[in-house]
């Protein structure tokens, strides 16, 4: 699912709301840097009204997340960078954050990476019946099995594929 934020403000917005857009597309998530922070769907918004500040709207993966300050201390360093001395960073904790927020290039980043994507969409009800069908992201073998619900961050989980004996993360769907 892409994030709709970002759509909305890249079909006819404001310049200036292309451009932060454009920075933010390169500031990588510090627990998976091969994902940036609007890939990861953290970038909410971006509001630019003439004579006032640029806004960026952020949203944590979870409101505990230990990156939440490296993350806004690393979009307001690439803000200044590109020339927006005065833009803000606003959190945005309602709706929280969902997986489903991941762009399609976020999910394949993640897979290219070793990390499986989330299996299902969290509005899904059929997720909750049954066990999910997790594929390897080295060799797309569907016969794997959870290791362990925790992972290297507490957004992922262990796996390991039964096919090739490689093990891996799984980020799970929230």
């Known amino acids: ?9 890249t079909q006819g917005s ?9 920075l933010l597309e390169h500031v990588p998530d510090p627990e998976i840097p091969v994902l940036s922070v609007v890939d990861l ?7 630019c009204t ?7 709207s952020i949203t944590p993966t979870y409101s505990g ?44 980043k993640l897979r290219e990476f070793g ?3 989330p299996a299902e969409s969290v509005a899904n009800p059929r997720r909750l019946f049954g066990p999910l069908i997790i594929a390897c992201p080295r060799c797309g ?10 992972g290297s961050t507490p957004c992922k989980a262990h796996y390991r594929c039964t096919s090739c004996r490689e093990p ?6 929230i």
């Open 1 to 9: 699912m892409v994030n709709t934020a970002m759509t909305a403000s």
């Open 14 to 22: 404001e310049p200036l709301e292309r451009a932060i857009w454009s």
């Open 41 to 47: 769907g953290i970038v909410r918004d971006v509001t």
């Open 50 to 56: 003439p004579g006032e500040p640029p806004r960026v």
């Open 65 to 108: 997340c230990p990156a939440t300050a490296v993350i806004r201390r690393d979009i307001e360093h690439a803000l200044h960078s590109g020339g927006h001395p005065d833009a803000e960073v606003l959190e945005v904790l309602s709706p929280p954050w969902s997986s489903d927020w991941l762009t399609d290039a976020g999910r394949r």
């Open 115 to 117: 990390i499986a994507p």
């Open 141 to 150: 073998s569907t016969a794997t099995e959870r290791v362990s619900e925790f």
């Open 168 to 173: 891996f993360d799984y980020f799970k769907c």
